[in-house]
Each structure stands twice: as structure tokens, then as C-alpha cells.
Nanobody, 114 residues
Framework: VHLVESGGGLVQPGGSLSLSCAAS????????MRWYRQAPGKERELVAS????????NYADSVKGRFTISRDNRKNMVYLQMNGLKPEDTAVYYC????????WGQGTQVTVSS
């Protein structure tokens, strides 16, 4: 299993970023996918999840209305569109899948600062 995140960077408050996660090594369309984040000195927290077919999504209260999770099962990709970014969104963002064994990507840094 291989998960590779991309798309992080530095953005000003109120700005937008789009994260991508390329998945390989498993039957991607059979599994729910999640995005987590971890800020310095804080525990890793669940940001958003999406079911295998993309029918159902869930978000942390802190990102509802600002972030959108989506997936493309033809491309084995999962995305996180982040709008209205705030300094408190600064964190390393991780792609995750639980196949009975938990797999994480290497993470991509998102920094929201003026």
C-alpha cells in the first residue's frame, strides 16, 4: 500500500489549497478514505472522510463548510479542497486508509500565515 500526498504549501488567511492523495497497492474503490492533520504539539485529528463509492462524507466541525473531500476511483485519487483557510488550519495533512491494517501517507505541510 502506498499513499502519496501533494499540494501543500504556504497560503494567506482566507486563501485556498487543494490537496491530493495518490493511492496504490490495494483495491482503492473498495475502501473509505480519510484525511487527518497534526499541528505542532497537538494530537493527530480526523479532518474528513469519504465512503468507498464517494456517496457519504463527513467532516470535523472545525472545517465544515470550508473543506470538501472527494475521490476519483478511476484514478485512485482522493482530494481535499480547502477554502477559507485559517491560521489554525496549519498542520501536516495525512491521507489514511484502514484495511484492517492502518496505512498513512508521508504527509504534506499546510501553513496558513500572513
Amino acid at each position: 500500500v502506498h499513499l502519496v500526498e501533494s499540494g501543500g504549501g504556504l497560503v494567506q488567511p482566507g486563501g485556498s489549497l487543494s490537496l491530493s492523495c495518490a493511492a496504490s497497492g490495494f483495491s482503492f474503490s473498495s475502501y473509505a478514505m480519510r484525511w487527518y492533520r497534526q499541528a505542532p504539539g497537538k494530537e493527530r485529528e480526523l479532518v474528513a472522510s469519504i465512503t468507498s463509492a464517494g456517496i457519504s462524507v463527513n467532516y470535523a466541525d472545525s472545517v465544515k463548510g470550508r473543506f470538501t473531500i472527494s475521490r476519483d476511483n478511476r484514478k485512485n485519487m482522493v482530494y481535499l479542497q480547502m477554502n477559507g483557510l485559517k491560521p489554525e488550519d496549519t498542520a501536516v495533512y495525512y491521507c489514511f486508509v484502514d484495511r484492517g491494517v492502518k496505512y498513512w501517507g508521508q504527509g504534506t505541510q499546510v501553513t496558513v500565515s500572513s
